[in-house]
């Protein structure tokens, strides 16, 4: 073999977009040394613990030199911890603080692996797949659609965005088997839900929590957020059909690739059933059974019926909490957030264990193995909350506020709501946490609201539009990194699939608030 043929066969090394986890910790790193060169500020804070407009002051840096390099080091260590209760002196999942507290989440994916783990050993959701995507066939759309519009309904009500990394493990295998790829799957799931949270029309974590700082109802202004949503949502349904019909039709416009097709041969050897079996035993049918009440229960003790029901602005917390202050529960409310959450999927994987008759060390080993697999996730989510922890604890949160607070006063009615969706897009990315992000940013947009002549409510309005959208694209949003991490997505292929999307629902979500805003 002659040199100028070894060099043809030796491939080409290009860049290759790093992971998800690497990603995170460049961004932390970009974050920090952007710490070093922001000035340190503070806001005067009225008795509820909100910044007061006007009042900030520059000061001195809180932390030496050593001790930002500290900050650093120990950043994701800090946004994954709770707090100490100093009154009942107890460390619980209850004691947080309002926009840290990442365990939750962390605990909460790795049940969910390892109750993947026990009921895939069934094979009982592969073979219901396997029958369920026979029945489908040529209907694909119809189920991402309907899934779209009921976790955008979701998300617009009451949230609902991180309790959809749970739902991978049903899609991926059913979603493969119509015909799509990984990133059919993980747009479905993470635009449906973040399209919803982005229109909010009476989801109180955001949209309460908003109205609760400004002044007002949480039921101003719902008829514009009404439409917004109708509008958002058929576009995201519409992009994401689009390509899903696509790589249907040519699988090699896909824009991730396609899993391995297992090996044929293996495959028989160490399941001979796998080719044969078209039918669900009786032990497959329980595990189902099991599976569908595991998830409807978590659907339903998440939503906070009578916050929702009751339409009230009152202080709330979603990421850690899922809390709403004064809000008088229904009797049947649970209630439940991360830890019961965990458990839940937990004693399911015991159960599922116990039905298939699998013995207590391979249900044990089943469990260990699938929570060690989403070991990856679980980095990407502490890592994400190590940004925020940063910002608090250098003391530049309050100095971006107060130059977002610059930037808006004065402005003209369409240019005010305008510049109210973009300058919340950045502030978004450092405060995931919609409740977190609400309570800093509304005190100071409200009354500069009132001198630009736009409501308060359709401010509100502009404001989640630009929490949204960030969401939508932020390496700190733990909804799309855990969300591409579970599905094997890389970040740089997501954001080519979904820019035009986001400057689509960008131009149509101010074009329609700037139209309101001007003609009130």
């Known amino acids: 073999m002659t040199s100028s043929d070894t060099q043809a066969a030796e491939p080409k090394r290009g860049f290759k977009f790093p992971g998800a986890v690497t990603t995170l910790a460049i961004v932390t790193l970009l974050v920090w040394v952007a710490t070093l060169f922001i000035p340190a500020g503070q806001y005067q804070l009225d008795a509820d613990g909100s910044p007061i407009p006007g009042t900030y002051q520059q000061q001195p840096s809180p932390l030496s030199l050593k001790q930002a390099a500290e900050q650093l080091v120990l950043a994701p260590v800090n946004g994954v911890y709770g707090l100490h209760n100093s009154n009942t002196k107890r460390v619980d999942s209850e004691t947080v603080g309002r926009m840290f507290g990442q365990i939750g989440v962390i605990v909460f994916i790795m049940s969910i692996g390892a109750f993947i783990s026990v009921s895939f050993a069934t094979r009982a959701l592969e073979v219901a797949v396997a029958a369920l995507a026979d029945r489908l066939r040529e209907k694909g759309w119809m189920l991402i659609a309907a899934v779209m519009t009921l976790f955008s309904l979701l998300g617009s009500t009451m949230g609902f965005s991180v309790e959809t990394l749970g739902f991978y493990a049903l899609f991926i295998p059913l979603m493969s088997a119509l015909g799509y790829d990984r990133l059919v799957t993980a747009s479905m799931i993470i635009i449906g839900a973040l399209v919803g949270v982005m229109s909010s029309t009476v989801n109180p974590f955001s949209i309460g929590v908003a109205a609760?700082?400004?002044?007002?109802?949480?039921?101003?202004?719902?008829?514009?957020?009404?439409?917004?949503?109708?509008?958002?949502?058929?576009?995201?349904?519409?992009?994401?059909?689009?390509?899903?019909?696509?790589?249907?039709?040519?699988?090699?416009?896909?824009?991730?690739?396609?899993?391995?097709?297992?090996?044929?041969?293996?495959?028989?050897?160490?399941?001979?059933?796998?080719?044969?079996?078209?039918?669900?035993?009786?032990?497959?049918?329980?595990?189902?059974?099991?599976?569908?009440?595991?998830?409807?229960?978590?659907?339903?003790?998440?939503?906070?019926?009578?916050?929702?029901?009751?339409?009230?602005?009152?202080?709330?917390?979603?990421?850690?909490?899922?809390?709403?202050?004064?809000?008088?529960?229904?009797?049947?409310?649970?209630?439940?957030?991360?830890?019961?959450?965990?458990?839940?999927?937990?004693?399911?994987?015991?159960?599922?264990g116990i039905v298939a008759g699998m013995g207590e060390k391979e249900t044990v080993r089943l469990i260990a193995a699938g929570a060690s697999d989403m070991m990856g996730p679980a980095m990407v989510v502490l890592l994400a909350g190590g940004v925020s922890v940063i910002m608090n604890n250098t003391q530049t949160l309050d100095t971006i506020l107060h130059s977002m607070e610059r930037l808006v006063t004065g402005a003209s009615a369409g240019f005010f709501v305008f510049l109210t969706v973009l300058v919340n897009i950045p502030l978004a990315i450092l405060i995931p946490s919609s409740s977190g992000h609400g309570a800093l940013a509304m005190p100071l947009l409200a009354p500069l609201a009132d001198f630009a002549q736009v409501s308060r409510a359709s401010t509100i309005t502009a404001w989640i539009m630009g929490h949204g959208l960030a969401l939508l694209m932020a390496p700190t949003s733990v909804v799309l990194v855990g969300g591409l991490a579970i599905a094997k997505v890389g970040y740089d292929k997501y954001l080519r699939f979904v820019w035009p999307l986001l400057l689509a629902l960008f131009a149509v979500s101010t074009l329609i608030i700037g139209i309101a805003a001007t003609l009130e």
């Open 212 to 352: 609760g700082e400004a002044g007002i109802s949480i039921g101003d202004g719902i008829g514009l957020r009404f439409v917004l949503w109708v509008v958002l949502t058929a576009m995201a349904i519409g992009w994401v059909l689009r390509y899903a019909a696509r790589v249907r039709r040519d699988p090699s416009a896909s824009l991730v690739g396609w899993d391995a097709p297992q090996d044929a041969t293996s495959t028989a050897e160490s399941s001979p059933a796998t080719e044969v079996q078209s039918q669900l035993t009786v032990t497959q049918k329980w595990v189902l059974v099991i599976t569908g009440l595991a998830f409807g229960l978590m659907i339903f003790s998440v939503i906070p019926w009578s916050s929702v029901i009751g339409g009230r602005a009152a202080a709330a917390e979603y990421y850690v909490l899922h809390k709403v202050v004064d809000a008088r529960p229904f009797w049947f409310e649970l209630n439940w957030w991360f830890p019961q959450l965990a458990m839940l999927f937990i004693l399911a994987s015991v159960l599922v």
